[in-house]
């Protein structure tokens, strides 16, 4: 058995299937996190996310525009017809694979927005990458959401594969990510099996 596999673990792994099974449209995000967006998001906000899935109709129906990247062809597939289904016309979702010389596209694909989108989910592949351009796109003010932060950054969660100070950061971009939102103000929430993060970028 996995040195993780303890009771407590066990509870919150159940707690955690729990909700998700009794809140089907919510996000695979830990549910204080979930809490917090359904309080602070607005109709008339503007969101991205690298990475589709029950969040990207969950944000639709809250905001005014939602874009999203998804590099599995067969997911991108997927959710476009859930999205058609829900007559989210709102909802802008664009597969971009990754490989073979596609890294770029998939990682700058938000570069060229007419507006700044009011905040962005790092829930796919290449997250430190990601992360570091969301630094750069998102609003002042705006807020910068990833999933399994616990993984990336050392930390003092108890979730499993959890970065700590001996094992340091997953690569030097997440370093440098933490070191440039080192004045954000952020909410690190656990459930005792994953994490996520939300920063807010300081408004000028």
């Known amino acids: 058995m996995k040195s993780h596999w303890t009771i407590e673990y066990a509870i919150n792994r159940l707690r955690k299937a729990l909700f998700d099974f009794t809140h089907k449209d919510s996000p695979w ?4 996190s979930i809490k917090y967006l359904e309080f602070n998001l607005r109709r008339n906000w503007i969101g991205c996310e690298w990475g ?9 129906k809250k ?10 062809e067969h997911w991108f597939n997927q ?23 596609f890294d770029q596209e998939y990682i700058e694909g938000f570069r060229e927005m007419s507006e700044s989108p009011d905040f962005m989910l790092i829930d796919g592949r290449k997250r430190d990458l990601c992360a570091l351009e969301a630094v750069n796109i998102v ?3 705006g807020l910068v959401i990833i999933d399994n932060i616990n993984r990336y950054i050392p930390n003092s ?11 340091g950061y997953q690569s030097n971009e997440w370093k440098y990510f933490d070191e440039i939102t080192a004045n954000w103000d952020r909410i690190w929430t ?3 099996v994953t994490d996520t993060v939300i920063y807010t970028k300081p408004a000028n």
């Open 190 to 192: 656990s459930d005792g």
């Open 29 to 32: 995000l830990t549910q204080q």
């Open 139 to 141: 609003k002042d003010g």
């Open 157 to 167: 969660s108890q979730a499993p594969e959890s970065a700590n100070l001996s094992t």
């Open 79 to 101: 959710i476009h017809k859930l999205i058609n289904k829900n007559l989210l016309g709102n909802v802008d979702i664009q597969h971009k694979p990754l490989g073979e010389g």
């Open 63 to 72: 905001v005014r525009k939602m874009y999203s990247i998804e590099h599995d």
């Open 52 to 60: 589709s899935g029950r969040s990207t109709l969950w944000f639709g």
